[in-house]
Nanobody, 124 residues
Framework: QVQLVESGGGLVQAGGSLRLSCAAS????????NGWFRQAPGKQREFVAA????????DYADSVKGRFTISRDNAIHTVYLQMNNLQPEDTAIYYC?????????????????WGQGTQVTVSS
């Protein structure tokens, strides 16, 4: 089993930045890929970004390309989401996810482990 714990959410003004962290424990070496998803009130959970184990391959939703950066530090089993130029439409609960199988995917149904989520609120 793998446990994921997110941190770094908060309230920020439009144009500001936040960095989310996702720390893995339990059996982190069983993870092949990580992803970030978000869910705004009244909306379905949506893909934000994904990264493979080595960090050599990443994928982003069109809505965050050029503003968000996903990265990882395997020495401390942590994945990050650097979010710049945040906008009110980025307001959501952000979830970290992990997948045992190789290959970056955007479907939340293909991830095996989930964190509890961290709230990001962007004021205009």
């Amino acid at each position: 089993q793998v446990q994921l714990v997110e941190s770094g959410g908060g309230l920020v003004q439009a144009g500001g930045s936040l960095r989310l962290s996702c720390a893995a424990s339990g059996r982190p070496f069983s993870i092949s890929n990580n992803g970030w998803f978000r869910q705004a009130p009244g909306k379905q959970r949506e893909f934000v970004a994904a990264i493979n184990w080595s960090g050599s391959t990443t994928d982003y939703a069109d809505s965050v390309k050029g503003r968000f950066t996903i990265s990882r530090d395997n020495a401390i089993h942590t994945v990050y989401l650097q979010m710049n130029n945040l906008q009110p439409e980025d307001t959501a609960i952000y979830y970290c996810a992990a997948r045992r199988e190789r290959g970056l995917v955007v479907s939340d149904h293909r991830y095996d482990y989930w964190g509890q989520g961290t709230q990001v609120t962007v004021s205009s």
